[in-house]
């Protein structure tokens, strides 16, 4: 069920949805590297030397086809011009610092946002708080719960857009986020209770 964040509308990844997300990706050579938004479902492991753009979206196309891959999708009319992904701890278990956050981890949470990714003609016109929304909507719409999130902490410092795929603290803090304790170097853990809808 698509929702509106004027001007845009943001609808799950699904099926229908695949087409619209398969050419942003692909305007895109396949995101970072060819990932295809592929990298945070995945335990690492010997056979991630597999990994090639055609592996990882034929891997993604699978998993959203049965149901284990979700992102709010923003449209600008037909075309997808950005997402967020989210998912279960189960659904996404590969985080960075996973070591340290597991040993300082008290409570697990119900849901994880892990990226997103704007469209280069789209970025700096607040696409990525629209994708945001969009996915705490679905999340809500899902059965809400606690939401994490890994953002970058900055600290004053200035960092190039290209690497802020996991946003910033000032990003969530704005949604209502708070911070709960570092995670690495320059990240950090975010925390939001999401009511059910």
Not at 69 to 98: M, S, T
């Amino acid at each position: 069920m698509p929702s509106t964040v004027a001007p845009y509308r943001v609808a799950p990844l699904d099926v229908e949805t695949w087409p619209a997300f398969s050419r942003l990706v692909e305007k895109h050579h396949g995101v970072w590297n060819g990932c295809w938004c592929t990298w945070f479902h995945r335990t690492v492991g010997a056979a991630d030397k597999d990994r090639t753009y055609e592996t990882n979206r034929a891997h993604k196309e699978r998993l959203v086809e049965a149901g284990k891959a979700h992102a709010a999708l923003v449209f600008d009319g037909d075309n997808a011009v950005a997402w967020c992904q989210y998912g279960a701890p189960e659904e996404l278990p590969n985080i960075y610092h996973r070591k340290q956050y597991l040993a300082e981890q008290t409570t697990a949470p119900d849901w994880r946002i892990t990226c997103f990714f704007v469209d280069r003609d789209y970025r700096r016109k607040g696409v990525a708080a629209a994708a945001l929304r969009g996915a705490l909507e679905l999340i809500a719409r899902s059965g809400g719960g606690v939401v994490e999130a890994y953002p970058h902490d900055l600290e004053g410092k200035k960092i190039s857009g290209s690497f802020l795929y996991s946003g910033t603290r000032t990003f969530f803090e704005k949604a209502g986020f708070t911070y709960d304790r570092p995670k690495g170097q320059g990240n950090c853990v975010m925390r939001r209770e999401v009511a059910p809808s």
